[in-house]
């Protein structure tokens, strides 16, 4: 088959009623639980599709019609199992471009030619998989699906519908790259205990982690494995550190920072940026009323300081401070003035001394929040320091 036939082919098939087009899809891997074979525990996608490659699931559907599966697809998910006639079928329509499929080239084709080595006696674990619409996940399979999206950049962070998520993971004891069911450890404690086979469980939680699933760019260090979830997304060039370090998923950074502190779930830090040790930024479930935060880019977040309000660019919460969205920040006249000539949306009241609160300030650039050591009074003013990372380190 040429290239033209290839195109002919899939575009008839588009148009037929068979095809929809979905918002993402891959082929996975899935582990089960070892009381329940149908009960999916993870899935490991090998490449994931996000608003791209909209010929391969073409071709994947096409596949499985050939197959005999159902393609009446009213759902929002489409979940199928693998066959060997599958894999054959696939990589028929994709005889143009079997040979140039190495490197970033082609990886659906790759994935199926992978899959052709394993052999049909083994592939009762994996699944082809399609979303079609971003609703809340009912599925494991389309949760890690969306989680893949949202730790490989390829789609933004806080773009997907992540609802219910945790009511459909399941939690599992964790070892290595296995997860295993807790009821599984439980039934068979003796047994394996007096065997000396009991696991060396690593943790306890719904979601693997980040370095299982994901490689990070060359320059990206992540030095404990266990501060960063899957879910999350690690800019090139991000340093996260050990100790009191830590990134949830669906939060992450968008550019080279410095990661010493902890970045909550739905929390997007700037490029440039420096959280220092121990500083905490709220989350949506945290103290801000709801609101994801985002920091802006060089922007420094002091050791041990707690941060509940968006900040702009440019930005310094001095170390040891609270700035919330209730807080109560003293601002000088000539301060406010200087602030107002970068953000003209921010209000000059013509006082002394005003007086706002801290989601008054919300999302500024420019801004240095400090205490005042004499009174403990919070203040604002307009930062004359420049935040930057050491090149060398990012």
Not at 47 to 53: H, K, L, T
Not at 189 to 204: N, Q
Not at 211 to 229: E, F
Not at 287 to 297: A, D, R, V
Request: some cysteine; overall charge negative.
């Amino acid at each position: 088959m040429k290239i033209a036939e290839f195109e002919k082919e899939i575009e008839a098939f588009q148009k037929s009623g068979d095809y929809k087009e979905p918002l993402a899809f891959g082929i996975a891997r899935v582990d089960c639980a070892k009381t329940a074979p149908d009960r999916v525990l993870q899935a490991t996608f090998a490449a994931i599709n996000y608003r791209e490659n909209f010929k391969s699931a073409a071709v994947f559907q096409n596949a499985l019609k050939l197959c005999g599966e159902s393609l009446e697809i009213s759902g929002a998910e489409l979940i199928a199992p693998i066959s060997a006639r599958f894999i054959n079928e696939s990589l028929n329509l994709f005889e143009p471009f079997i040979d140039e499929a190495t490197g970033d080239a082609h990886k659906n084709v790759q994935v199926l030619l992978a899959l052709a080595k394993i052999g049909a006696d083994s592939l009762a674990d994996y699944r082809v998989v399609f979303l079609f619409e971003d609703v809340a996940p009912k599925s494991v399979e389309a949760v890690y699906l969306k989680l893949y999206a949202l730790s490989t950049g390829k789609a933004a962070l806080r773009s997907l519908n992540l609802d219910g998520a945790f009511g459909v993971l399941p939690n599992a004891a964790w070892v290595g790259n296995e997860p295993i069911e807790l009821d599984w450890l439980r039934e068979n404690e003796i047994e394996l205990k007096l065997r000396g086979e009991f696991p060396k469980i690593d943790y306890v939680d719904k979601f693997p982690r980040y370095l299982q699933h994901i490689i990070p760019a060359d320059n990206t260090r992540i030095l404990d494995g266990s501060k960063v979830r899957f879910g999350a997304h690690i800019a090139a060039g991000t340093t996260i550190m050990a100790g009191a370090s830590y990134v949830n998923f669906n939060a992450g950074t968008t550019g080279a920072s410095m990661i010493e502190g902890r970045i909550s779930s739905s929390v997007v830090v700037g490029a440039g940026s420096d959280v220092g040790g121990g500083a905490s930024i709220l989350g949506v479930l945290s103290g801000t009323s709801g609101k994801p935060i985002t920091i802006g880019k060089n922007t420094l977040l002091g050791a041990n300081s707690v941060t509940g309000i968006p900040l702009g660019d440019g930005c310094i919460v001095d170390a040891g401070i609270a700035v919330l969205e209730g807080t109560k920040i003293a601002i000088d006249d000539k301060e406010a003035i200087e602030i107002a000539k970068i953000n003209p949306s921010f209000h000059v009241s013509g006082e002394k001394t005003q007086i706002v609160k801290g989601g008054d300030l919300a999302g500024l650039h420019g801004i240095h929040y400090r205490v005042n050591s004499q009174t403990g009074q919070a203040q604002a003013f307009r930062s004359k320091r420049e935040v930057k990372l050491n090149v060398e380190l990012h």
